[in-house]
C-alpha cells in the first residue's frame, strides 16, 4: 500500500469522524465546509512541512485561518491581513533560508553561460554542475526574483533540478542526451512561472505535485520512446508548462 494512500485514507476517515461528531453537537459553531476545508488545507500544511515549502505552509496557515476565523476570533486579520502576512513571510524566509538540494562539496558555481539570457534589476540566478566518474552529468538552476532562459547542453544528462521563486525560467532541453536513456528533473516552483522545451522523441513521466498552481502539457511525447524523462517536483501558487517540441 502506498504511503499517499493512507495519508489520504487516514485524512477522510477522520473527516467523517469529525462530520459525524459535529452532527452530534461535540463541534458546534463548525460547519461541514468548514472541516472540510480545515482537512484540505492541513494535508497541505503537512506537505508543506515534509518538503520545506515556505509557501505552502505560510498560505495553507493563512487560509486555514480564514475559514476559522470566527472560531478563532481574528475576523478582523482576514482576509487580507494574514494574506498579506503570508506572502511577505515567504519572500523573507525564502531569501533567508533558500532550499539547496545539493550537499556534495564538489558542485560549483558559474554564472549564465553564453547563449542564456536573463533580465530583472533584482534578484539572481544560479546554476551548477557536476560531471559524475561515470560520466553522468547533474545540473541545478536556481532562480530567484528574476527571470531566465537557460538551454542545456549535455551528452549524458541523469538528473537536474531546477527551483524557481517569485521568477520566470525556461529550460531547453533540445540539446541534451540521457544517461543510459533515463534521467530525471526536479522541480520546485513557488509564485512563478517555468516552462520547459522537451524533445517530442522523448517519453515524460510527469509526476508533479501542484497547489494552488498548475502543470500543463502541450503536445505529446512518445509513448514508445527508449529515452525516458520523469518529472518530479512541486508547483505552489505558480505554473509548470511543458512543451513537445
Not at 515556505?54 to 486555514?64: D, G, K, P, Q, R
Not at 511577505?88 to 538540494?101: A, D, M
Request: hydrophobic share 45%; glycine share 10%; aromatic share 12%.
Amino acid at each position: 500500500m502506498k504511503k499517499k494512500n493512507v495519508f489520504w485514507g487516514v485524512l477522510f476517515l477522520l473527516g467523517a469522524c469529525a462530520v459525524i461528531a459535529g452532527r452530534l453537537g461535540f463541534l458546534d459553531g463548525i460547519g461541514f465546509w468548514s472541516i472540510l476545508f480545515s482537512l484540505v488545507l492541513a494535508a497541505v500544511l503537512i506537505r508543506g512541512i515534509v518538503r520545506r515549502s515556505w509557501s505552502m505552509i505560510l498560505f495553507s496557515v493563512a487560509f486555514l485561518c480564514i475559514v476559522n476565523d470566527q472560531l478563532l476570533g481574528i475576523e478582523e486579520l482576514t482576509p487580507w491581513p494574514v494574506l498579506g502576512a503570508a506572502f511577505l513571510g515567504t519572500i523573507g524566509l525564502n531569501l533567508l533560508f533558500p532550499r539547496h538540494g545539493w550537499k556534495n562539496a564538489g558542485w560549483h558555481r558559474i554564472g549564465m553561460k553564453n547563449g542564456e539570457a536573463g533580465s530583472s534589476d533584482m534578484g539572481n540566478t544560479e546554476y551548477e554542475t557536476q560531471i559524475e566518474e561515470n560520466g553522468a552529468e547533474n545540473v541545478r538552476c536556481e532562480v530567484n526574483f528574476h527571470s531566465a532562459v537557460k538551454y542545456l547542453s549535455s551528452t549524458a544528462l541523469q538528473y537536474a533540478r531546477l527551483e524557481n521563486s517569485f521568477g520566470s525560467l525556461s529550460v531547453y532541453f533540445t540539446d541534451c542526451a540521457l544517461w543510459q536513456h533515463q534521467a530525471e528533473v526536479r522541480v520546485d516552483i513557488s509564485f512563478a512561472s517555468a516552462e520547459l522545451y522537451i524533445p517530442s522523441s522523448w517519453y515524460v513521466v510527469c509526476n508533479v505535485s501542484s497547489s494552488f498552481g498548475g502543470v500543463n502539457e502541450n503536445g505529446r511525447s512518445a509513448p514508445a520512446s527508449q529515452d525516458v524523462l520523469t518529472i518530479t517536483g512541486d508547483v505552489s501558487f505558480g505554473s509548470l508548462e511543458i512543451h513537445y517540441i
